[in-house]
């Protein structure tokens, strides 16, 4: 499963099952784990916000040119492959933000 099939199953999911939903907000760690069927890395962290219509979210994605100090594994690589974070704008959506130190 790629990044954008992850995405969107999650999301979907969100948006049609209420308890998914709210263990999404409350603990993204295990309710991801539970849709790629394996536990994530304890030092990934995500971050999971609802968006509402009348706040907008603005992501700064880390700097290209930063030093990056920690090698990834290729499972964390899968995770982030195309960037670090992705997230579906619009009125009432779902924003996920994987994001890696």
């Not at 890395?41 to 009348?54: A, F, G, N, S, Y």
């Not at 990056?68 to 960037?83: F, I």
């Not at 704008?89 to 779902?94: I, N």
Request: glycine share 4%; hydrophobic share 40%.
């Amino acid at each position: 499963m790629d990044k954008k099939q992850l995405e969107s199953e999650i999301i979907e999911r969100a948006w049609r099952d209420e308890e998914f939903r709210q263990l999404l907000l409350a603990d993204p760690k295990r309710a991801i784990a539970e849709v790629l069927g394996w536990e994530l890395p304890p030092h990934l962290r995500i971050h999971v916000l609802e968006e509402q219509t009348d706040t907008l979210y603005l992501v700064i994605p880390p700097n290209p040119n930063a030093k990056e100090e920690e090698v990834l594994s290729p499972e964390e690589l899968d995770l982030v492959a195309g960037g670090s974070m992705f997230t579906v704008m619009g009125p009432q959506r779902l924003s996920l933000c994987l994001i890696c130190p």
